[in-house]
């Protein structure tokens, strides 16, 4: 029972974190070093974050709600 909360609390976090921070600056830190030039991540990049935020956050809210039954 603990291991889903601890998991569920986890992916909670970092999903906020995924829709809380700005995109260009997880972008900045995780994958500028890959590019050429570039000044901010693409449109792509943005919704895919944003979209992994909303699954982490529902994933863990999930763990939550079903560890604790």
């Not at 999903?15 to 995109?23: A, K």
Request: a positive charge; proline letters at 3%.
């Amino acid at each position: 029972m603990n291991q889903e909360l601890f998991a569920g609390i986890a992916l909670c976090i970092m999903g906020l974190c995924m829709l809380l921070i700005s995109p260009i600056r997880i972008w900045a830190v995780t994958d500028k070093w890959k590019t050429a030039g570039a000044r901010q991540p693409s449109r792509s990049f943005v919704i895919i974050t944003r979209i992994l935020g909303i699954v982490f956050l529902l994933a863990g809210g999930y763990l939550l709600v079903f560890g604790l039954l």
